[in-house]
């Protein structure tokens, strides 16, 4: 999978995570982890596991967010 790709699959696990909280919270007025967000979670540190990462000036992976390891 490219960068490119990864971005765009975080992005969706993203977009999917957002729309079930502010279901929920819209629902209930409060909010509640949902099982689903935490399956959108996983997908995305399994994606992160697939990212060539490129971390830009603050640490971070352009692709894929996750924070580049401290040494």
């Known amino acids: ?6 971005r765009d699959r ?5 977009k999917i995570m957002d729309k079930l909280v502010l279901d ?5 007025n409060l909010f509640i ?5 935490e399956n959108c979670w996983n997908r995305i540190f399994q994606i992160r596991s697939q990212c060539p ?3 830009d000036s603050k640490g971070q992976c352009i692709y894929c967010d996750a924070q580049k390891p401290q040494n």
């Open 1 to 6: 999978m490219t960068g490119e790709e990864i």
């Open 33 to 37: 982890l949902n099982p689903n967000v």
């Open 24 to 28: 929920g919270m819209k629902a209930n």
């Open 53 to 55: 990462h490129k971390y």
């Open 10 to 14: 975080v992005d969706e696990e993203y």
